[in-house]
Each structure stands twice: as C-alpha cells, then as structure tokens.
C-alpha cells in the first residue's frame, strides 16, 4: 500500500516537489496538497506580469486540473492547515476535519511584511503576493488611484510599474540611498532609476515613512523629515518573513525558518519543508530556483536515493519591460576579487564582472541582459575564465572562439 505524504501549502514549491516525486517515486505515496489559496498552484512569479497587462491571470496556472488528477494526486484548495499533531501524525483542517500522514512536507511559502507604522491598519494599504492581491491592485489602477509603493526592491519595482502602466499615477519610496541595493551597485542602481522613472515611476530614495494618513482610508504617506505625498492606496513591499507558524507551534525547530539539513527534513523525522519556509544552512530563500532545487533533492530522498541539497547560487532578474537588470554572486568583490567593468552612460548599459581566483564570482548587468544566463552558468560551474577574460565583457559570442 501506497505510504500517506501531506504536502501543505499549493505554491510552486509544492507543484514542483509533487512533479519531481511524479518522475523518481510512482506509487510509492499518495501524495496528498492541502492548500490555503482558492485555486491550482500558479506561477506566482508571473503575478508581476499580470499587473503589467502582459499575461492573463488565468494562464500562469503551473499545471492544468487534468494534471493533478492523472498522476494521481489528491487536491485540497481553499484550505487552511491550523495544527500539526506530532504524536497522532495529523493535521487539523480548517474544519475540523484531520488528515493523517506517514511523512509530511511543509511548503508554506512567506508572508509579506507591513511596516510598523501608525496607519498601517488604515482601508487602502495593501500588500503584493497572491493572485487576489494583483486583482485588488488591478481594480485600484483601473480606477486610476494615486498609488505609494513603499520598497525600492525587486518586488516593489515590479508592482510600481505594473500600476502604472495598468494607469495609475505611481510613487516608489525606498529607504535606502539606492534601488535594489542587496542586487545591485551604486551605478547600475542609477541607471534601474532612470530607466524606471521613464516608465512614469516617480522614485523617492533615502524616504523613511514614519506614518499614514487619513480618518478611515489613506489620504497620504508622511517621510521623516515632514514630507507628505498624497496617497489614495499604500502597497508595502518591505520585505517578507517564512510562514513558520504551523512548525513553531507543533514544536518543530524554527528559527528565522523551518531549519533543514542537506535532505531538507526538519529536526523531526519524516517531516521536511522546503521552499521559502524552510531555512538551509542558515539561509531563507526568497527566490523560486532555489525552491526547485530543493524540491529535486528532496524527491531524490523521498525516493530512496543519495541526495543532498548544498544551497544555491542565486540570481536577480528584474521583469520590467524594456528595463534589464542582473545580478548573481559576489558582484562586489567582497573577497578580493577584481572587478571589469563597462559603463556606457549613453547607451544606457552598464556592465560589472567580478573575478576571483581566475573564475567569475559575480556580475551586475543593468539596460543589457541577453548574456546573464551565460554568465550565471560561468559563475554556477566556477569554470576557470582566463582565457576569454577580454572578451566575455562583450558577451557569449565574442568569447566563444577562445573558450572552445
Ligand atoms: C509578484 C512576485 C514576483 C516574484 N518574482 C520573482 C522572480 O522574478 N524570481 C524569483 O525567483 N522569485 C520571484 N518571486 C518569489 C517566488 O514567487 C517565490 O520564491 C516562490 O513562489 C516560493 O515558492 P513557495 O512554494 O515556497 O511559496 P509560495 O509560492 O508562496 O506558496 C506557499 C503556499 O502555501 C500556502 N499556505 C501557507 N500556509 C498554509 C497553511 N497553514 N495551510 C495551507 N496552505 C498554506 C500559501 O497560501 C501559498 O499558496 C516573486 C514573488 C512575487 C509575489
């Protein structure tokens, strides 16, 4: 008889560790996904690109219906885990009812942050995360309302282009003196504003919110320093933190997330989590590769097989039309390595590799991307690059010969 396995959480994590499972262990589990959000898994990645009108919120499904049903898999949607019972190996269910399981893995994803601000609870602040959320904030850019990102990061760029491309008038307010500064350096950073500012974003850098304004709904967001910007709808994009609730309450071993080992099993036998939830070797992800690599493993080891998961070399990939942004590695050279760089202010391309010990370590690519995949394999594979060094600022093509 097939052993019970509970995935819990339907995100991409869980779409990707049931397809992986679907290739290495068939039939060895029923396999069952317990899910909070109301529909198939998704391609939450894609939320951007249904803001910015480029993808039908129908189409980003990551399987069809008729998927789940082939390989067997039992879906539950539209359904809240509230308690693991470790001793009985059961969860309780939103109503009431409990699911029993042999093995269980929690993909619970994040949740995102609200900054601590008086006026936070106020109608009108919003987060960005679910395919509910990119509905609400569609409906708000139809009605052309004056929108406030607060978070100069990916996410938060992401949203205030889609905004104001789907028609609302935008501000983006980032803390920091940069746009995407844990991505990027000070000058690709700068070229990203322009660039974005084009796209009809106004940018506030160095803009610490302090309060938000307004009797029941935002009328405004107020800046250290006593500047107010007028605001009929706030969306926070400050950040995320894992959904760590269910295993800290269960006793499961937490600590910013679900702490794994190398097999992605938490200090619990038989009970793993992976994707954003889970934290490996000290690290939260908050990216969808490392997730799918973590999922791999884990099928690996749920199969039977020597697998181990060793953390993942991450890259930035900003989905902005016409605005190109990379970044992956060690992009600034914090071990000694030395950087290559190419600035074409007039072009609008900027260019930075970073070299250590004869190998690429990082690179930050700003208006030119075509060749990141490129370079992130290089930097993934720590090929030795001295013999195309000239040439691999200028792309794959110029440095093949050589590196044939
Ligand atoms: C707008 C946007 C753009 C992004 N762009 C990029 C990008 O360009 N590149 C990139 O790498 N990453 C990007 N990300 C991040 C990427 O989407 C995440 O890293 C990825 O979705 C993580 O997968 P996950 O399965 O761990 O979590 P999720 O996909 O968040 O799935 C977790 C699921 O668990 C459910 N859940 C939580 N608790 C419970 C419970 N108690 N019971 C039942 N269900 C529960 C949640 O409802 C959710 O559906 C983006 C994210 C957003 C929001």
Not at 39 to 46: C, E, G, I, M, W
Request: aromatic letters at 4%; a neutral charge; one cysteine or more.
């Amino acid at each position: 008889m097939s052993e019970p396995l509970v995935i819990v959480g339907n995100g991409m994590a869980a779409a990707k560790l049931a397809e992986e499972l679907s290739k290495t262990a068939l039939g060895r589990y029923a396999i069952a996904v317990i899910g909070a959000e109301p529909r198939l898994a998704y391609n939450r990645v894609l939320l951007s690109s249904v803001l910015a009108g480029e993808v039908a919120s129908h189409d980003i499904e990551l399987k069809p219906a008729s998927w789940w049903r082939d390989h067997g898999v039992t879906l539950k949607y539209n359904t809240l885990v509230t308690e693991i019972d470790l001793g009985r190996r059961e969860l309780k269910i939103e109503n009431e009812e409990s699911v029993s399981f042999s093995k269980l893995v929690l993909a619970t994803g994040s949740m995102p942050l609200r900054l601590n601000v008086p006026g936070s609870e106020l109608a009108g602040v919003h987060t960005f995360r679910d395919s509910r959320d990119a509905d609400l904030l569609l409906t708000l850019a139809a009605k052309r309302k004056r929108v406030v990102v607060v978070g100069g990061g990916l996410l938060g760029l992401e949203a205030a282009y889609g905004l104001a491309r789907a028609g609302s008038p935008v501000t983006l307010l980032h803390l920091m003196d940069r746009l995407m500064e844990r991505q990027l350096d000070q000058s690709a950073a700068a070229l990203l504003k322009s660039l974005v500012e084009r796209k009809g974003v106004e940018v506030v850098l160095n803009a610490n919110t302090v309060r938000i304004h307004g009797n029941t709904a935002v009328e405004a967001v107020e800046l250290a320093g006593g500047r107010m910007i007028e605001a009929e709808a706030v969306i926070f994009a400050a950040g995320i933190r894992p959904n760590v609730a269910l295993a800290k309450d269960a006793g499961i071993s937490i600590n910013r997330g679900i702490v794994v080992d190398d097999q992605m099993q938490t200090g619990e036998p038989g009970i793993y989590a992976l994707g954003e939830c889970a934290e490996h070797r000290g690290v939260c992800y908050g990216l969808v590769e490392p997730a799918y690599e973590q999922a791999r493993v884990l099928a690996r080891h749920l199969a039977g097989q020597e697998a181990g998961y060793q953390g993942s070399v991450v890259a930035t990939n900003l989905k902005v039309s016409g605005v190109g942004v990379f970044s992956a590695g060690d992009f600034v050279g914090a071990d000694g390595g030395e950087a290559i760089v190419l600035n074409d202010a007039k072009r609008g391309v900027y260019k930075k590799l970073v070299i250590a010990e004869g190998r690429l370590a990082g690179a930050v690519l700003s208006g030119e991307t075509q060749d990141a995949l490129w370079y992130l394999d290089l930097i993934r594979t720590r090929q030795p690059v001295a013999a195309i060094r000239t040439e691999m600022m200028f792309g794959r093509a110029p440095a093949a010969p050589k590196a044939a």
